[in-house]
């Protein structure tokens, strides 16, 4: 099973991921947690760059950024995990690029599809996305302090992040759950589990 979270900035995706990693634990459930961009060593060090406030990037050279971690963690994590019929769970997959590179960042949708599927990357059988104001996700990440190259960006890059995640969602229901991330976060994590325990049912 392939699950994906997606959502914009300070929505609660770690602290879920934190939850959600005691309680699979705890059921002995064998789940592998991962995270895009820096699931690798040598993503990593590609995260290192595309976070860095004193760096500039072109939105294209972003973007190559981008897919060079996705290939290295699709080669080295998720297909051999995959292979091994492993459970597996991603903080960010390809949506984030349709939604940051793409809508944010004004790279043509077609284009990005285009160089996405020169990786060949399997397909998640679930996404959560969490959902939450743009003003309430960037106060939540503001009160953490210390901001990163993306969360310097306007409320409009943002905004645009999130209309494009939501009309995603909208278009697609069998392949999306929805979570309202402004709910307390034992609410957004209860959805959370029992979203993901009957999709590991149904399997
Ligand atoms: N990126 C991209 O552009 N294209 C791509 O294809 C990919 C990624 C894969 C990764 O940074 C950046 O890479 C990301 C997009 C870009 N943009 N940024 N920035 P990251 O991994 O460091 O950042 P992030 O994914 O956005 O995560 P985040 O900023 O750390 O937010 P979060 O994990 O969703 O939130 P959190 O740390 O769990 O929570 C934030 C605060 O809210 C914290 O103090 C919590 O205690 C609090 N919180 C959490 N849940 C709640 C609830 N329910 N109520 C109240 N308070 C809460």
């Given at each position: 099973?392939?699950?994906?979270?997606?959502?914009?900035?300070?929505?609660?995706?770690?602290?879920?991921?934190d939850?959600?990693k005691?309680?699979f634990?705890?059921?002995?459930i064998d789940?592998?947690?991962?995270?895009?961009?820096?699931?690798?060593?040598e993503?990593q060090?590609?995260?290192?760059?595309l976070?860095?406030?004193?760096?500039?990037?072109n939105?294209?050279?972003?973007?190559?950024?981008?897919?060079?971690?996705?290939?290295?963690?699709i080669?080295?994590?998720?297909?051999?995990?995959?292979?091994?019929?492993?459970?597996?769970?991603?903080?960010?997959?390809i949506?984030?690029?349709?939604?940051?590179?793409?809508?944010?960042?004004?790279?043509?949708?077609?284009?990005?599809?285009f160089?996405?599927?020169?990786l060949?990357?399997?397909?998640?059988?679930?996404?959560i996305y969490l959902?939450?104001?743009?003003?309430?996700?960037?106060?939540?990440?503001?009160k953490?302090?210390?901001?990163?190259?993306?969360e310097?960006?306007?409320?409009?890059?943002f905004e645009?992040?999130?209309k494009?995640?939501?009309k995603l969602?909208?278009?697609?229901p069998?392949?999306?759950?929805?979570?309202?991330?402004?709910?307390?976060?034992?609410?957004v994590?209860?959805?959370?589990?029992?979203?993901?325990?009957?999709k590991?049912?149904?399997?």
């Amino acid at each position: 099973m392939f699950i994906t979270l997606e959502g914009s900035e300070g929505v609660g995706k770690s602290t879920l991921i934190d939850l959600l990693k005691d309680y699979f634990s705890d059921k002995k459930i064998d789940f592998l947690f991962t995270r895009e961009p820096g699931g690798t060593k040598e993503g990593q060090a590609i995260r290192k760059i595309l976070l860095d406030k004193s760096i500039e990037l072109n939105s294209y050279s972003e973007t190559f950024l981008i897919l060079a971690d996705r290939y290295e963690h699709i080669n080295k994590i998720i297909n051999p995990a995959l292979k091994k019929n492993q459970n597996i769970l991603s903080d960010r997959y390809i949506d984030s690029t349709l939604a940051y590179q793409g809508a944010g960042r004004g790279i043509d949708q077609k284009e990005l599809e285009f160089l996405m599927n020169l990786l060949n990357y399997p397909k998640p059988d679930l996404t959560i996305y969490l959902d939450l104001s743009v003003e309430e996700g960037l106060n939540r990440v503001k009160k953490r302090g210390k901001s990163d190259r993306f969360e310097k960006e306007d409320l409009i890059f943002f905004e645009k992040i999130r209309k494009f995640y939501l009309k995603l969602v909208t278009a697609n229901p069998e392949k999306y759950f929805l979570i309202d991330a402004s709910k307390p976060i034992d609410e957004v994590f209860d959805l959370a589990k029992n979203c993901i325990l009957s999709k590991l049912n149904e399997k």
